[in-house]
């Protein structure tokens, strides 16, 4: 059973920093690619990062990025959002999702669309207020 669980969000102040960490396990054998999205309240979901696991490039949304860093622990089989500067905006459930790349890896290979990542995990809720 292919499970993806986000965990570490909370309750920071405007300008504090929190890592959200994505426990991967039973993904079948080949390429993926971690993505990390994110929903507010009446607002439809964005991609914040997409990790390829096999070498480690990655991509980054235009709101969060050098803000945000992505990385993975292959031997933990975790991905990791470092979220750095937060601000109120930031305010959303962040969820990680797996999609398989078949090797190719680019700028649209993660995608918010329930449809394009095959694997959802629950979200973890991080609110940024004073």
């Known amino acids: 059973e292919v499970q993806l669980q986000a965990s570490g969000g909370g309750l920071v102040r405007p300008g504090d920093s929190l890592r959200l960490s994505c426990e991967t396990s039973?993904?079948?054998?080949?390429?993926?690619?971690i993505g990390w999205f994110r929903q507010a309240p009446g607002k439809e979901r964005e991609g914040v990062s997409c990790?390829?696991?096999?070498?480690?490039?990655?991509y980054y949304g235009s709101a969060v990025k050098g803000r945000f860093t992505t990385s993975r622990d292959s031997a933990r089989k975790l991905v990791y959002l470092q979220m750095n500067s937060l601000i109120a905006e930031d305010t959303a459930d962040y969820y990680c999702?797996?999609?398989?790349?078949?090797?190719?890896?680019?700028?649209?290979?993660?995608?918010?669309?329930?449809?394009?990542?095959?694997?959802w995990g629950k979200g973890t809720l991080v609110t940024v207020s004073s």
């Open positions: 039973g993904l079948p054998s080949g390429d993926y690619a």
């Open positions: 999702a797996a999609v398989k790349t078949g090797g190719y890896f680019s700028l649209t290979t993660c995608q918010p669309s329930k449809h394009d990542m095959d694997f």
């Open positions: 990790i390829n696991l096999s070498e480690g490039s990655r």
